[in-house]
């Protein structure tokens, strides 16, 4: 099958390079000359795991290219996918439609033959509508249908998301298109993935209201993180206990500084804004965001107040060690990391800040000119008076906390991952503090 994907950046160039894997037949378009240029070099335009490897490979058998050519490249595509950016608007936080309108324009200014149109962008109930309404317009007479199929795809983790995923969402309303989006993910389909049509509008609401009740989920355990703090509970057991049972499930009841990064932050903005304008409030979801969005500068006063307590005084001054600057690991990705507002409050109170990621510091330098980034983590502790876990990248777990211990100015460790074991490190003489455990 023939699919173009229009918009070469996360989801576009992940999803692109899956489809071709399955056997597809993909040109991932995009506009920026220069990110196509590197493409066709092998130069991936961010970090994801595997990505590199899957591209070549399928570049490789002829069944993945790109061009910056959308004219061309849509013309005999039985699927044509919109993958393009739905990033906050500026001043009102809705999802801003613009270059997602623009691609269904250029679309309908060019296609000719009978095609499915997929959204994939993450859109607000109704878009379907819009995107169906100017390529009707622009192209009178034209066989297609809009449908909605949206990503669930973690950073990090996003070739095994897509290829094994927990479900497949199609909000189609006919038969038709359900039938091409059949072809589209036969090999999943094969592979016993759920394939859940429903209609377009239900669709696009499913990935808000998905995104949202993890970010829901999150808060919560964040909530009872501190709750836990202040009764001497810990929450890492509170988490088993509840996750167990099989109606809440264990999964994403981490504790930690707050949810950040491309979707979570957006989304749950984007989803208050429809409710608004529907007139119909989604009060939990509006805590969630609240809640997210104090807690990130809260961790800057748990460090504070870990120095105080280690006996060290005010922070102005002290030369905090950031380890991991990402929202998560295994990705470059800055947008809304909690690091972002932790190093701000720390910067407030006049501290020295001296910062290590292993991916993110050339995303993170602009955001953070005031931090010093340097090449390793036992470069980054040296001579520090308190070291902060930030982001759980698997090479801090295993880090020497003994030849760390040796570096440092003084053992203040605040874990905000909760990736190291209390007993372990307060008996190696750590003034240590995680989140939600005694
Ligand atoms: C998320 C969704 O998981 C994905 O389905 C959607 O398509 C895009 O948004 P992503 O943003 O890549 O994916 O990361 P995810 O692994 O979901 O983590 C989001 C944030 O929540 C991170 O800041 C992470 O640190 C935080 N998190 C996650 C927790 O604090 N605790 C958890 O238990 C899980």
Not at 131 to 140: F, K, L, Q, S, Y
Not at 235 to 254: E, M, T
Request: hydrophobic share 45%; glycine share 10%; charged share 25%.
């Amino acid at each position: 099958m023939k699919i173009a994907m229009v918009g070469s950046g996360y989801v576009g160039l992940v999803s692109g390079a899956c489809f071709a894997d399955f056997g597809h037949d993909v040109v991932c378009i995009d506009k920026d000359a220069s990110k196509i240029e590197r493409l066709h070099a092998g130069i991936m335009p961010i970090y994801e795991p595997g990505l590199a490897e899957l591209v070549d490979s399928n570049v490789r058998a002829g069944r993945l290219s790109f061009s910056t050519d959308l004219a061309s490249s849509i013309k005999d595509a039985q699927a044509i996918f919109i993958a393009v950016g739905t990033p906050s608007r500026r001043g009102d936080g809705h999802a801003d439609l613009s270059y997602v309108y623009a691609v269904a324009q250029e679309i309908a200014e060019n296609l000719s033959n009978p095609a499915v149109i997929v959204t994939k962008s993450t859109v607000p109930v109704g878009t379907g509508d819009e995107v169906e309404r100017i390529i009707r317009d622009g192209a009178p007479g034209l066989q297609f249908a809009v449908v909605s199929n949206p990503e669930f795809l973690r950073e990090g983790a996003a070739i095994g998301d897509f290829k094994r995923p927990d479900r497949i969402v199609v909000g189609a309303e006919g038969e038709w298109e359900r039938g091409v989006m059949t072809e589209v993910y036969r090999p999943l389909f094969l592979n016993k993935a759920p394939l859940l049509f429903t209609g377009r509008r239900s669709s696009e609401l499913i990935k808000y209201a998905a995104n949202a009740f993890l970010a829901t989920k999150i808060t919560f355990i964040n909530e009872m993180a501190d709750l836990c703090e202040k009764v001497g509970a810990d929450v890492q057991d509170v988490a088993r206990g509840i996750g167990l049972d099989n109606r809440i499930g264990s999964k994403f009841l981490h504790a930690g500084p707050g949810y950040g990064g491309s979707c979570f932050p957006k989304d749950t903005l984007a989803l208050l804004k429809t409710a608004e304008d529907y007139a119909s409030p989604v009060r939990i979801v509006e805590a969630v965001v609240r809640v997210n969005d104090s807690r990130k500068r809260a961790m800057g006063r748990k460090v504070i107040e870990a120095i105080a307590e280690a006996g060290g005084g005010e922070p102005r001054g002290k030369k905090i060690a950031l380890l991991g600057l990402t929202f998560k690991p295994n990705t470059d990705d800055m947008r809304d990391a909690p690091s972002i507002a932790i190093v701000q409050a720390l910067l407030d109170v006049g501290a020295e800040l001296v910062a290590y990621d292993p991916e993110g510091m050339e995303a993170a330098a602009p955001l953070m000119p005031e931090v010093t980034m340097v090449k390793s983590a036992y470069e980054a502790v040296t001579g520090a008076d308190a070291v902060v876990l930030v982001t759980e990248w698997d090479a801090f777990r295993g880090i020497d906390l003994e030849r760390v211990g040796q570096l440092v100015n003084s053992r203040v460790l605040v874990d905000l991952r909760n990736v190291y074991d209390p007993a372990e490190v307060r008996a190696a003489g750590w003034h240590y503090s995680s989140v939600g455990r005694k």
